[in-house]
């Protein structure tokens, strides 16, 4: 059980929210427009929330400062979620593997 909800936990690790990804797309086709080199390099990381974070403050018309605290802010919360799904993942694989040793031991034993 703990393995499934650090599988959970990392899947959600890195991606920002529908809605903050299509804002995300809207304001980069706005301000490049239907460049190729954007399509497939800028688009495809909205979802990231750091990429979220620098097009929101481009859009804000931010100072280097603002945007780069708006972009750490964005990348702690992500390095909090990998923290707490790579703990759960580790404890589940720690369980597992005491739990199989158990078994194997009563097997011999038996």
């Not at 495809?44 to 979220?52: A, D, L, N, Y």
Request: hydrophobic fraction near 45%; charged fraction near 15%; glycine fraction near 6%.
């Amino acid at each position: 059980m703990v393995i499934i909800a650090g599988v959970y936990f990392q899947a959600l690790t890195g991606y920002s929210s529908k809605s903050e990804t299509q804002q995300c797309e809207q304001l980069v086709q706005e301000f490049y427009g239907d460049s190729d080199d954007v399509k497939t390099t800028v688009l495809p990381r909205c979802r990231e929330p750091g990429m979220v974070a620098v097009i929101v403050a481009k859009a804000n018309d931010a100072s280097a400062v603002e945007a780069a605290q708006a972009v750490s802010a964005a990348n702690k919360t992500n390095l909090s979620h990998n923290r707490l799904s790579y703990y759960l993942l580790g404890i589940g694989i720690v369980a597992t593997a005491i739990g199989v040793t158990s078994i194997v031991q009563a097997m011999r034993i038996s």
